[in-house]
């Protein structure tokens, strides 16, 4: 595991834009695992700035989200279908239909999450962006979750309702339910980028890079991947 650590949000979001930005210039057609939250917001810029001055283009980009709350469609602002469109997708040249989320509308949960298995199967991920949640969920495999697990619909720790509360206008409720990609699929990307910053993170990265190796703290399996990239802001990284 390579832990970066830097001063600053911004530091944070221009390290991992760099590692971004490399792996579209090595591979044009690269499979893009993606994450959603407030993490990787500074990236998103940094990678729709890049687009702008035509130094990367997402034409031959597949992109692979993490999650989607159980629900929620690409029409309500809340979706992590609308965040990426916002985010990322609606700012570059990337196909819609290269671009693939979980569907938290899925009238059969179940098999949604089979065919977002094979999805997973056919799209082996160059490269995965990885955030870590307050209680080293990863993607949104809470602790206890088991280590071979593939799509699921997760039932959300308590401190993560909370956490994502923040994203939603007050009086709306927060799903407490989504569509994950497995541990298993996350440790299948052949490199993996975590970018953490904040103090509410610093528990979570101890656990993830000098704790045990343990369900109880999902991204320490990352202690396992032969391929990870962490990059910290000085907070995040304040126990380590
Ligand atoms: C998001 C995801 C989550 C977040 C994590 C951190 O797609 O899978 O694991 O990365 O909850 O969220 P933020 O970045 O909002 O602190």
Redesign the pocket.
């Known amino acids: 595991m390579e832990i970066v650590t830097v001063g600053s949000y911004a530091e944070m979001s221009e390290i991992a834009a760099k590692i971004m930005i490399g792996e579209l210039k090595k591979c044009p057609r690269a499979v893009l695992g993606l994450?959603?939250?407030?993490?990787?917001l500074g990236l998103y810029k940094m990678l729709a700035d890049a687009y702008k001055r035509g130094e990367i283009s997402f034409r031959g980009v597949r992109s692979v989200?993490?999650?989607e709350y159980v629900g929620l469609g690409a029409d309500n602002g809340n979706s992590?279908a609308s965040f990426m469109n916002e985010r990322l997708f609606g700012h570059v040249d990337i196909l819609r239909e290269n671009t693939y989320l979980p569907n938290g509308l899925a009238e059969d949960l179940q098999s949604e999450c089979r065919r977002y298995d094979s999805l997973l199967d056919a799209l082996p991920r160059n490269i995965q962006l990885?955030?870590?949640?307050?209680d080293g969920?990863?993607?949104?495999n809470e602790p206890g979750t088991s280590f071979i697990e593939r799509t699921h619909i997760a039932e959300l720790a308590k401190s993560?309702v909370t956490?994502?509360s923040r994203?939603f206008e007050c009086g709306q409720a927060v799903p407490e339910r989504a569509l994950?990609m497995g541990i298993a699929d996350i440790m299948s990307a052949e490199k993996i980028l975590l970018l953490a910053n904040?103090k509410n993170?610093a528990k979570a990265v101890w656990g993830m890079v000098s704790g045990q190796v343990t369900e109880d703290c999902p991204a320490s399996i990352l202690q396992r991947h032969k391929n990870v990239t962490v990059v910290l802001d000085g907070d995040a990284a304040s126990l380590l």
């Open positions: 994450a959603t939250g407030s993490t990787p989200n993490l999650d992590y990885l955030g870590i949640g307050s969920h990863i993607g949104f993560t956490d994502n994203l994950t904040g993170k």
